[in-house]
């Protein structure tokens, strides 16, 4: 094997992020770092399968027996500063004194799958609790509504279209909020089985919140009426 072959080979990619203190992305961290360990052959060091060999006379070791133990020593090696590498340094210190990757390993999927389940838990219990201003901007809001959804989804915490649709309607000021469960109901009038997609609830909320200033103007704004949008070029039934 070349020096350069070896330095790869010892080396984790840039797309494995290093472990965050906070355990924050536990999920995807483990997920990705088992996924490259695996590709360059050396997990079972970290889930204990591929122990050490052992001579059969211990006294006495044959050459091949000698050739395989040196082999794990330096595979054993490598896996560690594998380890290492995306490890935050309060981590790697706590588990310096433990002599084998697999404890090592161990250690770490034990803290940190504890740290990323309550973290993961803040996140979600934030995001729920998101609020827009009653005066604010809701498309601004919105708009970052969607990006946070996502951005949860990269650290592993989903939110479901129902905790979604949720969230927007408790989130915004009582009229938008009052429109957005009017389009629900209204969905569920055609589609019993079925609700109305994030993204399209999101334009008609943006769209009526743009026009909403004229409709205020209106003699007849206080009655229940139907009417037509057509954010993006499709059209909506909005129930006012």
């Given at each position: 094997m070349s020096v350069a072959t070896a330095s790869l080979n010892d080396t984790l990619p840039s797309s494995i992020?290093?472990?965050?203190?906070?355990?924050?992305?536990?999920?995807?961290?483990?997920?990705?770092?088992?996924?490259?360990?695996?590709?360059?052959?050396f997990w079972g060091h970290f889930s204990g399968t591929t122990p050490c060999p052992t001579a059969t006379i211990e006294s006495a070791p044959t050459a091949d027996e000698l050739a395989a133990i040196e082999k794990w020593e330096k595979?054993?090696?490598?896996?560690?500063?594998?380890?290492t590498q995306k490890l935050p340094?309060?981590?790697?210190?706590?588990?310096?004194?433990?002599?084998?990757?697999?404890?090592?390993?161990?250690?770490?999927?034990?803290?940190?799958?504890?740290?990323?389940?309550?973290?993961?838990?803040?996140?979600?219990?934030?995001?729920?609790?998101?609020?827009?201003?009653?005066?604010?901007?809701?498309?601004?809001?919105?708009?970052?509504?969607?990006?946070?959804?996502?951005?949860?989804?990269?650290?592993?915490?989903?939110?479901?279209?129902?905790?979604?649709?949720?969230?927007?309607?408790?989130?915004?000021?009582?009229?938008?909020?009052?429109?957005?469960?009017?389009?629900?109901?209204?969905?569920?009038?055609?589609?019993?089985?079925?609700t109305i997609d994030p993204d399209v609830l999101i334009s008609l909320i943006t769209y009526v919140s743009h026009i909403m200033p004229f409709l205020m103007e209106q003699p007849d704004v206080t009655k229940p009426h139907t009417t037509w949008a057509h954010p993006g070029g499709r059209n909506f039934m909005i129930c006012l």
């Open positions: 992020p290093k472990l965050d203190a906070t355990g924050l992305n536990w999920a995807v961290f483990s997920l990705r770092f088992e996924d490259a360990v695996q590709a360059k052959g595979d054993e090696r490598s896996a560690r500063s594998l380890l340094d309060s981590a790697l210190m706590r588990i310096r004194n433990k002599p084998s990757v697999k404890e090592r390993w161990e250690a770490i999927t034990t803290e940190f799958t504890q740290k990323g389940a309550f973290a993961q838990t803040e996140l979600r219990a934030r995001f729920l609790d998101m609020k827009c201003p009653e005066k604010g901007n809701a498309r601004e809001f919105l708009d970052s509504l969607r990006v946070k959804r996502e951005e949860l989804a990269t650290v592993g915490v989903e939110i479901d279209t129902k905790d979604y649709l949720s969230t927007i309607i408790s989130s915004l000021p009582i009229s938008l909020s009052n429109f957005a469960s009017n389009q629900l109901a209204a969905a569920k009038l055609y589609h019993s089985t079925k």
